[in-house]
Each structure stands twice: as structure tokens, then as C-alpha cells.
């Protein structure tokens, strides 16, 4: 019996005081899945767009057309944030012509 208090009581202490790895995600890992996730989504949702006017029907375009275009906004807001976070200067080349487009999704219909 009292090997295993001593025994318990070691585990714990070499628990307790032994460092523990978190694996949590970084605000710049944070804010990267964000820009992919919200890209993806936007991109998935033009192309259900496509194909729905590929088959001539126009139902419900603009709703998703303006849901596409601020996920699209987002991504890129968070796309300019990971690069603050990182430190490192953005391709506001490459940002301003994707948000102009976004913008230009966003108010078509």
C-alpha cells in the first residue's frame, strides 16, 4: 500500500512540475486558416453559382453572389492581419486587386 501512495504521489508530482507541450494554435495560424477557409468557401460558392446558371436558372444567384463576395472580403481582412502579426509588409498589390474584385461581386447584382 504504500508503494502505490509513494508511487501515486510521484506520478503526480513529476505531472505537476514536468512542462507540458500545448499544441494551440498562433494568432498568425489563426488568422491564415481564416483566409484559407473564408477563400475556399467563397470559391466553392461561385462555382455552385456557375453551374446554376449553367443550367438556366437564376434562383437565389445574388443572395449567394453577395455571401460569396464578404467571405471573400473577410479572407482578405484576415489575410492583412496575419501579415501585421508576422511583421512582414502584405502584397497590397495582390490584396487591393482581390478586394476590388470582391467589391465588384458584391454590388453586380
Known amino acids: 500500500m504504500k508503494i502505490f501512495v509513494l508511487t501515486s504521489f510521484l506520478v503526480c508530482l513529476v505531472t505537476i512540475i514536468s512542462p507540458i507541450e500545448i499544441f ?3 494568432a498568425l495560424n489563426v ?3 481564416d ?4 477563400t475556399y468557401e467563397a470559391s466553392k460558392i461561385l462555382k455552385e453559382i456557375e453551374n ?3 443550367e438556366g436558372s437564376r434562383k437565389k444567384v445574388c443572395s449567394k453572389q453577395r455571401e460569396a463576395a464578404r467571405l471573400g472580403l473577410l479572407a482578405n481582412k484576415s489575410l492583412i492581419k496575419a501579415f501585421e502579426i508576422e511583421g512582414a509588409n502584405p502584397p497590397m498589390q ?16
Do not use: H, P, V
Open 52 to 54: 446554376t446558371l449553367k
Open 24 to 26: 494551440a494554435d498562433t
Open 94 to 109: 495582390a490584396i487591393k486587386a482581390s478586394q476590388q474584385r470582391w467589391e465588384s461581386i458584391l454590388n453586380e447584382c
Open 31 to 33: 488568422y491564415m486558416n
Open 35 to 38: 483566409f484559407y477557409s473564408k
